[in-house]
């Protein structure tokens, strides 16, 4: 009852941890994303939810996506900007996020550096939509929305 | 589909949240724990896990305990030791540990300074046990595990 394994413990460093597989930054040739990695922090068949890390270098984002399953995310790295439906915000660390079901939501590295957030999400959960350009045309209608997709925030 | 509530987003400062419950330090007559606090930071029906942060005054510490559910636990502030099983364990800000089922764990702020931990629990979960007097004694078997219970650790 008292025995503990060596992986039960794992220290950070400079933005990894021990014993966690770390998903170099990628592109995605739709654009879906740019320059994000992903690190898995918590994942068991006993825990209901996962925790995962995903960074984004200067000027990446994450995917522009929307699905059932709810989002919680805590900003851990770095400044950057959050849309949330039709919302843009400015994050900072350790700012709170909560996302929804069915909003569409992104993460932009726009401040020209390192951007990194932790995710909690159920483990099990409904694959993420992408936008048709129809759902891209509606999002833009909102100048700041198209702003932010755009890369052009002030 | 796209509007949002002001109560998404929930800024950051000086380890409080906006609109998060700050439950104060305080004290169990029985010692269970000391001078601890704690933030709700996710909590939803559509969310499976929750995501709290607890921190506590220098020479504070958690709730000596085991249960059936597991624990992901990431240090957020200052240094501290977490007691897991058998195991007396230096941690540091960002650290990870995984709290298995039936693991004795506390954390204690025994360096001096403020210490903090997020902890990610299922929503639905069964009720702590708390260590009894012969629990304690198995415990105190182990020299470390000890001086970490009577504060006397190098």
């Known amino acids: 009852m008292t025995a ?14 021990d014993a966690v597989e770390h998903r170099p930054y990628k592109e995605d040739a739709s654009a879906a994303f ?10 068991a068949p006993a825990l209901a939810c996962e925790l995962r890390y995903f960074e ?19 900003v851990f790295r770095g400044y950057g900007h959050c849309l949330l439906g039709s919302t843009v915000r400015a994050v900072a660390p350790f700012d709170l996020v909560r996302i929804p079901a069915w909003i569409w939501h992104q993460f932009r590295a726009t401040r020209g550096e390192t951007f990194g957030f932790l995710c909690m999400v159920n483990r099990e959960r ?6 048709t350009e129809a759902d891209l045309a509606a999002l833009r ?3 700041e929305v198209a702003a932010f997709l755009d890369e052009t925030l002030r």
Chains 1, 2 share one sequence.
Do not use: C, K
């Open 126 to 131: 409904d694959r993420p939509q992408l936008p």
């Open 4 to 17: 503990t394994e060596p992986a039960d413990f794992r220290d950070f460093r400079d933005f990894r941890w």
């Open 141 to 143: 209608a909102n100048a």
């Open 56 to 74: 984004m270098q200067a000027g990446g984002y994450s995917t522009l996506e929307r699905h059932q399953h709810m989002h919680g995310v805590m």
């Open 34 to 43: 740019s320059a994000i990695s992903r690190q898995v922090l918590f994942e």
